[in-house]
């Protein structure tokens, strides 16, 4: 039941996106699936970011040692940065979200990475599909996703 759910709530694909940090991240190595993706998209479409994703790929830079590598990562980032500029915050509202999507997946015995916890109750607090390689996400009741790592 739960699977054909996930499948129903894909297909109803919200006109706003939330990116997380796997698209994120997708974009910058020049995923191609995710590159021919966003190539794709009417540019009305709106591709949002949380300061959860910042905080998770700045935390992933920091991690990385002095050097060529870490100045590329840091360059396709700053790249990111100047393409998308709308940033969603923790407010209020996505703070309940979260808690209750917390509660209800800990009642089913599921549990979720708590950084990918804040990034769905934005989404959801927003009404924006959540575009993600995670399909973790499809636990999430009410969420609407897409993976970008496959074909459509």
Same mark, same amino acid.
Request: charged share 20%; net charge positive; hydrophobic share 50%.
């Given at each position: 039941m739960r699977d054909a759910s !996930? #499948? $129903?709530r894909q297909e109803t694909r919200l006109p706003d996106r939330l990116l997380d940090t796997t698209i994120v991240s997708a974009i910058m190595r020049g995923d191609p699936m995710v590159s021919e993706r966003l190539a794709r998209l009417p540019a009305v479409e709106r591709l949002l970011l =949380? &300061?959860? *994703?910042? !905080?998770?790929?700045r935390y992933g830079i920091h991690r990385l /040692? $002095?050097?060529q590598r #870490? #100045?590329?990562?840091e360059q396709a980032y700053r790249a990111v940065l100047r393409r998308f500029a709308d940033w969603l915050e923790i *407010?209020? /509202?996505? =703070? !309940?979200a979260q808690a209750r999507i917390k509660s209800a997946l800990e009642t089913d015995g599921i549990v979720l990475p708590e950084n990918d916890l804040w990034i769905a109750a934005t989404a959801l607090v927003h009404n924006? *599909?959540? &575009?993600s390689k995670d399909r973790h996400f499809l636990a999430v009741p009410g969420l609407i996703t897409e993976d970008w790592s496959s074909p459509p």
């Open positions: !996930a #499948r $129903a =949380s &300061v959860i *994703t910042d !905080a998770e790929i /040692p $002095a050097g #870490r #100045r590329h990562v *407010t209020l /509202p996505v =703070s !309940a924006l *599909t959540m &575009v």
